[in-house]
């Protein structure tokens, strides 16, 4: 009963140390506002009073105490934890206080990290990356933003699959003379850089030829020719990976080759590949960042180009972790969908058909 | 098709080379309508590369398969349409996982043969009763037996209204406890006249249920026979080793 009690208390004293420094500053940041400090970064530039605010917090006796508190409280854990681990007596208690102990570590790790930004000049720091007033009249702009850099991956993963399935079929013929300007492509989008490929198609094709396309045009079609390049291999490996029989089974019926592909071994492929797939489209949502080069998009700004505006108007790195922050609202959501796609999938979705041999 | 000695398929000199590894070394026989061969032999002898040769899933290296008088290794044979009227059950069962049941039967006959939807329907679920497994149409293979999916294999193969129906193994994979489910459908088949060339390490199959028997080994045809004479009076020394066995 005590052992059962003493597991239970070292996660509560974990969770009360991992609270403790965080909770204390928001309670530091929702007092100082009261008594103002004039004595923040003495530039007077916009935004001081936030950027004051967060740095009052960050250098407070009561944050300091807390933090000290807290890395006594947890180097106490982590000696209590992983000396008494092994006397627990069913694997849950023992699986407790392990993680007491883990979360004592981090609070550890945590604490030293916070106090030894605190004591040096995090006015610096605060000001150039967390000053919310300089975004400001911003909002629009980086939401604008956020959009089009969603159309443009959406439009160029379509393309890319719409190219690279097809050319999938292409790479993997029996004839040479079938497969040899399909690799050549695919070597070709893989081979060279993005940027490079997007320069060449809007300066190079576009004004070189003097086409009139616009910027956003250009730039789905380059993006969606290199993603189908690299789906073109991602289709290619789900195809090889179904099993020989199905393409016998589908044959041995009179399909044709192209028959067997269509109502056989692609539709498997397909649902094979979806992770890979939704991964490739991540890399994309990324890759439109590189879109910079070409200017802006129908008068507007796709993400990374409206963080670099902001920067530009205003010097203030807070612009590149706002965008960070918008890229990750995109993407994080994406790779919690390829995650759950692709437990499903492991979960005997899929088929069971074995090889057999004779 | 002039078709001058009646058989249905006829295999002259048959060779097949895996790179070095010669795996038939000139194989002859036919088979005449309503005739059920069964091919018997240790593993590694040949005994599925020459049941794969007579629907070409494997090209001979050397020889002539004939099907109805109709030399199908020119190349200029509609293969296609030939296979059509050659069933073939593997041994890993190689139904669509993506289909069910119904669509497994039903997807050749829409495609291949252009069915009707309505008629493909009923042509399939007329199919799955035959071979027992009509309650299972909806089913996706994942979900079935080792033995109902081997049937419903079997019910794709018939549906295309073969000639021939070749089985290679097709209880090899099995639960000893399925295996008698899916011999029984074999049986039935036989009894109704269907010409069936049958690969199997069954011997009491091969005994009951073959008209003529095949032994291989080394890539060649040791014997060949009545079976139950074979059974009772194997002539070479392979063939009683063979027995020895496995008996």
Same mark, same amino acid.
Request: net charge neutral; hydrophobic share 45%; glycine share 10%.
């Given at each position: 009963m005590a052992l059962v009690l003493s597991g239970?208390?070292?996660?509560?004293?974990?969770?009360?140390?991992?609270? !403790?420094?965080?909770?204390?500053?928001? @309670?530091?940041?929702?007092?100082?506002?009261?008594?103002?400090?004039?004595?923040?970064?003495?530039?007077?530039?916009?935004?001081?009073?936030?950027?004051?605010?967060?740095?009052?917090?960050?250098?407070?006796?009561?944050?300091?105490?807390?933090?000290?508190?807290?890395?006594?409280?947890?180097?106490?854990?982590?000696?209590? !934890?992983?000396?008494s681990?092994?006397r627990m007596r069913?694997?849950?208690q023992?699986?407790?206080?392990?993680?007491?102990?883990?979360?004592?570590?981090?609070?550890?790790?945590?604490?030293?990290?916070?106090?030894?930004?605190?004591?040096?000049?995090?006015?610096?720091?605060?000001?150039?990356?967390?000053?919310?007033?300089?975004?400001?009249? +911003? !909002?629009?702009?980086?939401?604008?933003?956020?959009?089009?850099?969603?159309?443009?991956?959406?439009?160029?993963?379509?393309?890319?699959?719409?190219?690279?399935?097809?050319?999938?079929?292409?790479?993997?013929?029996?004839?040479?003379?079938?497969?040899?300007?399909?690799?050549?492509?695919?070597?070709?989008?893989?081979?060279?850089?993005? @940027?490079?490929?997007?320069?060449?198609?809007?300066?190079?094709?576009? @004004?070189?030829?003097?086409?009139?396309?616009?910027?956003?045009?250009?730039?789905?079609?380059?993006?969606?020719?290199?993603?189908?390049? +690299?789906?073109?291999?991602?289709?290619?490996?789900?195809?090889?990976?179904?099993?020989?029989?199905?393409?016998?089974?589908?044959?041995?019926?009179?399909?044709?080759?192209?028959?067997?592909?269509?109502?056989?071994?692609?539709?498997?492929?397909?649902? $094979?590949?979806?992770?890979?797939?939704?991964?490739?489209?991540?890399?994309?949502?990324?890759?439109?960042?590189?879109?910079?080069?070409?200017?802006?998009?129908?008068?507007?700004?796709?993400?990374?180009?409206?963080?670099?505006? !902001?920067?530009?108007?205003?010097?203030?790195?807070?612009?590149?972790?706002?965008?960070?922050?918008?890229?990750?609202?995109?993407?994080?959501?994406?790779?919690?969908?390829?995650?759950?796609?692709? $437990?499903?999938?492991?979960?005997?979705?899929?088929?069971?058909?074995?090889?057999?041999?004779? | 098709?002039?078709?001058?000695? /009646?058989?249905?398929?006829? =295999?002259?000199?048959?060779?097949?080379?895996? /790179?070095?590894?010669?795996?038939?070394?000139?194989?002859?026989?036919?088979?005449?309508?309503?005739?059920?061969?069964?091919?018997?032999?240790?593993?590694?002898?040949?005994?599925?590369?020459?049941?794969?040769?007579?629907?070409?899933?494997?090209?001979?290296?050397? /020889?002539?398969?004939? &099907?109805?008088?109709?030399?199908?290794?020119?190349?200029?044979?509609?293969?296609?349409?030939?296979?059509?009227?050659?069933?073939?059950?593997?041994?890993? &069962?190689?139904?669509?996982?993506?289909?069910?049941?119904?669509?497994?039967?039903?997807?050749?006959?829409?495609?291949?043969?252009?069915?009707?939807?309505?008629?493909?329907?009923? =042509? #399939?679920?007329?199919? =799955?009763?035959?071979?027992?497994?009509?309650?299972? #149409?909806? #089913?996706?293979?994942?979900? =079935?037996?080792?033995?109902?999916?081997?049937?419903?294999?079997?019910?794709?193969?018939?549906?295309?209204?073969?000639?021939?129906?070749?089985?290679?193994?097709?209880?090899?994979?099995?639960?000893?406890?399925?295996?008698?489910?899916?011999?029984?459908?074999?049986?039935?088949?036989?009894?109704?006249?269907?010409?069936?060339?049958?690969?199997?390490?069954?011997?009491? &199959?091969?005994?009951?249920?073959?008209?003529?028997?095949?032994?291989?080994?080394?890539?060649?045809?040791?014997?060949?026979?009545?079976?139950?004479?074979? &059974?009772?009076?194997?002539?070479?020394?392979?063939?009683?080793?063979?027995?020895?066995?496995?008996?």
């Amino acid at each position: 009963m005590a052992l059962v009690l003493s597991g239970i208390c070292v996660i509560q004293f974990a969770y009360n140390i991992w609270g !403790g420094p965080i909770s204390q500053a928001c @309670l530091d940041r929702g007092i100082i506002p009261l008594t103002p400090n004039p004595n923040g970064p003495s530039h007077g530039s916009e935004g001081a009073l936030g950027v004051c605010h967060i740095v009052e917090g960050l250098t407070s006796v009561v944050q300091r105490a807390t933090l000290v508190l807290a890395l006594a409280l947890g180097a106490l854990v982590v000696v209590v !934890g992983f000396a008494s681990y092994r006397r627990m007596r069913t694997r849950r208690q023992r699986d407790h206080v392990i993680t007491g102990a883990v979360f004592g570590l981090q609070a550890i790790n945590f604490g030293v990290l916070l106090l030894i930004f605190a004591s040096g000049t995090p006015e610096k720091a605060v000001s150039q990356y967390l000053n919310i007033h300089a975004l400001q009249g +911003y !909002g629009p702009v980086i939401l604008r933003g956020m959009k089009l850099t969603l159309e443009l991956a959406v439009g160029s993963e379509l393309l890319g699959i719409a190219i690279g399935l097809p050319l999938a079929l292409l790479v993997i013929s029996q004839r040479r003379a079938v497969r040899a300007p399909a690799r050549f492509y695919i070597n070709l989008f893989r081979g060279t850089p993005l @940027l490079v490929q997007l320069s060449f198609g809007y300066y190079g094709i576009n @004004l070189g030829l003097g086409m009139h396309n616009s910027t956003f045009t250009i730039a789905m079609i380059v993006l969606g020719l290199n993603a189908g390049a +690299y789906l073109s291999e991602v289709f290619r490996a789900g195809i090889q990976s179904i099993e020989r029989g199905q393409m016998e089974a589908a044959r041995s019926v009179g399909m044709t080759y192209l028959q067997a592909m269509r109502y056989a071994i692609v539709p498997q492929a397909v649902r $094979r590949v979806i992770p890979p797939l939704l991964n490739e489209y991540v890399i994309l949502i990324k890759d439109t960042s590189l879109v910079v080069i070409i200017g802006e998009l129908l008068g507007h700004f796709e993400l990374f180009a409206a963080g670099q505006q !902001g920067y530009s108007d205003t010097y203030s790195a807070t612009f590149f972790v706002a965008i960070a922050i918008g890229y990750l609202i995109i993407t994080l959501p994406m790779i919690g969908v390829v995650n759950l796609v692709e $437990r499903r999938l492991r979960s005997g979705l899929v088929t069971i058909s074995t090889q057999g041999g004779g | 098709m002039t078709n001058p000695d /009646g058989s249905v398929v006829r =295999l002259e000199g048959i060779h097949k080379w895996f /790179g070095d590894n010669h795996v038939l070394r000139g194989i002859d026989f036919s088979l005449d309508p309503g005739d059920v061969q069964v091919v018997v032999g240790p593993s590694g002898g040949g005994k599925s590369t020459l049941l794969r040769c007579v629907n070409l899933l494997e090209l001979p290296s050397q /020889g002539e398969v004939w &099907f109805n008088g109709q030399d199908i290794t020119d190349v200029r044979t509609d293969l296609n349409g030939v296979r059509t009227k050659i069933g073939i059950v593997f041994q890993a &069962f190689n139904l669509f996982p993506h289909k069910t049941a119904l669509q497994n039967v039903m997807l050749p006959l829409l495609k291949v043969l252009n069915i009707d939807p309505r008629e493909a329907d009923v =042509l #399939a679920r007329e199919q =799955l009763a035959r071979v027992k497994v009509g309650e299972k #149409a909806d #089913a996706y293979p994942g979900a =079935l037996s080792g033995g109902q999916q081997q049937r419903v294999a079997i019910a794709r193969a018939l549906a295309m209204k073969p000639e021939l129906m070749l089985f290679d193994e097709v209880t090899s994979a099995l639960d000893p406890e399925l295996v008698g489910d899916v011999l029984q459908v074999m049986k039935d088949l036989a009894a109704e006249g269907m010409t069936m060339m049958v690969v199997t390490h069954e011997m009491g &199959f091969a005994r009951e249920v073959g008209s003529s028997m095949v032994f291989m080994d080394g890539g060649v045809i040791v014997e060949q026979g009545d079976p139950r004479k074979m &059974f009772a009076n194997p002539e070479s020394d392979r063939l009683k080793q063979f027995f020895s066995q496995i008996l």
